[in-house]
């Protein structure tokens, strides 16, 4: 059996004129793009983070 697991939206360049470059990474909560993590698809700044965790479902490590 053979599955073709194929993803074509992984290899999907994306054109100079689309929309997703045209993103800038910014917080979403504050709009600063200072130290804005874009890991795991955050887009929040580490400000905002700390102030967020909890809710995203972060723990805080103290
Ligand atoms: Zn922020």
Partial sequence: ???NKENKGVTK?????????KRSKACRFCG???????KYNL??????FNDHAEELGFK???
């Avoid at 887009?43 to 905002?48: A, E, G, K, Q, S």
């Fill in 43 to 48: 887009y929040i700044c580490r400000r905002c």
């Fill in 13 to 21: 360049k994306i054109s100079p004129t689309s929309k997703e470059t």
């Fill in 1 to 3: 059996m053979t599955t």
């Fill in 60 to 62: 805080k490590y103290n």
């Fill in 32 to 38: 600063s793009h200072r130290g804005v993590i874009t």
